[in-house]
């Protein structure tokens, strides 16, 4: 009978030394220890899961950079764009062969429409004053001239067998206008270099000091340099020695906004 009472007796001090042991420990501490044995390596610094700022990973989540756009081109002049000056002429806007614009002989055995003539000798007259050598290696060129040198090109390509000739013509396409498709038979196209001998090489020749004074300066005469290099895939052309005559108002535009004819064409 002593041993049953001092039994109960010992059971009964375990239940109350476990009620006080759990009332010094709250249930907020119990479970922030549970969880940072979880989530952390065991260091001080390892934070709870619910500490953390959630709300902020899923705003970030939710944020695109914004789009870059370009700034808006200034308003074009006022200007006819069916007028002859800005007639275009490229792959896509091809000429008859029965064009044929009136043209005045300006210098160097070359012509020009008689419309823009004075203009273009004013322009070689201020690249002389300033100090430049120019030669106009080729003005006007008629639809025959045109089809003669791009089809002495395919021939030239084709002769040996080893292309066929339609595949020669394609190749032809590519250092060649086809005819119909060269500016130079409206009239108000001319190549200009420093002398008649110089190898008319695109990066050769890019760098010439004529030609960088006359793509800075043929605005002021009406001109365009109409194949830079940066609007080549546009043009499918580039020809550092190549200046169109548009008018002043049209090109002092297009030179300003670095536009190349078709980019212009398309604002209208």
Not at 88 to 98: A, C, E, F, Q, R
Request: charged share 25%; glycine share 6%.
């Amino acid at each position: 009978m002593k041993v049953k009472r001092t039994s109960f007796l010992l059971f009964g001090l375990c239940i109350l030394l476990l009620l006080v042991v759990s009332a010094r420990v709250s249930p907020d501490e119990s479970r922030i220890a549970s969880e940072t044995a979880l989530s952390g390596d065991g260091t001080e610094d390892a934070v709870p899961v619910d500490a953390l700022p959630q709300e902020s990973y899923a705003a970030d989540a939710g944020t695109e950079e914004p789009e870059e756009t370009e700034p808006a081109l200034p308003t074009p002049p006022e200007l006819n764009i069916g007028s002859w000056q800005l007639t275009l002429v490229d792959s896509l806007h091809v000429l008859s062969s029965s064009f044929a614009p009136d043209v005045t002989e300006v210098r160097d055995g070359q012509y020009f429409d008689s419309r823009a003539a004075e203009e273009l000798l004013e322009m070689i007259s201020g690249a002389e004053e300033a100090g430049y050598t120019v030669t106009i290696r080729t003005g006007y060129r008629p639809y025959a001239t045109q089809a003669y040198i791009f089809f002495g090109k395919a021939s030239q390509i084709a002769w040996d067998g080893t292309v066929e000739y339609a595949d020669a013509e394609e190749l032809a396409r590519k250092t060649v206008a086809y005819p119909g498709t060269s500016e130079h038979q409206l009239g108000l196209a001319v190549d200009l270099m420093d002398s008649a001998s110089t190898a008319m090489v695109a990066e050769d020749v890019e760098e010439l000091p004529v030609l960088l004074w006359l793509q800075e300066h043929c605005a002021e005469y009406g001109f365009i340099y109409r194949y830079p290099k940066e609007k080549q895939e546009i043009t499918g052309w580039y020809e550092p020695w190549h200046f169109r005559y548009v008018g002043k108002d049209a090109a002092t535009y297009i030179m300003e906004n670095d536009l190349c004819l078709e980019e212009f064409i398309e604002l209208y």
